[in-house]
């Protein structure tokens, strides 16, 4: 298990496409729909974010003709094997945070 916490813009990312392959402005749609506006994600910080994560080994671009409905003029990405095991990672460790607030937020019994 991966010990480093995730930046939240690679989590986002890593989730946005554990639903399958898409482009950069569908990445960028699903990370500001998911997060209800919290997060937005610009062009400079996305294609950063998306070189970042190739380079780490857990997103690939697709090549030509490879994503489901492509559009020639974008670049498509998707989710490695390994991508998938360190977003499970970085979600048990989340729910682990989350069950530790819950339990220590409990209401005072009279």
Known sequence: M???????HWFQVLLALSEGPR???AIR????????GGMVLWPATLYGVLRDLADA???QELGAGE???A????????LTAAGRDRLLDEAR????WAA???AGLRPEES
Request: hydrophobic content about 30%; cysteine-free; proline content about 8%.
């Open 71 to 78: 559009d020639a003029r974008r670049k498509y990405y998707e």
């Open 93 to 96: 460790r989340l729910e682990g």
């Open 67 to 69: 994503a489901p409905d």
């Open 2 to 8: 991966e010990s480093t916490p995730l930046k939240p």
């Open 57 to 59: 080994g857990w997103i």
């Open 29 to 36: 749609d699903a990370v500001e729909e998911r997060t209800a």
């Open 23 to 25: 482009h950069g402005f």
């Open 100 to 102: 530790a607030a819950r």
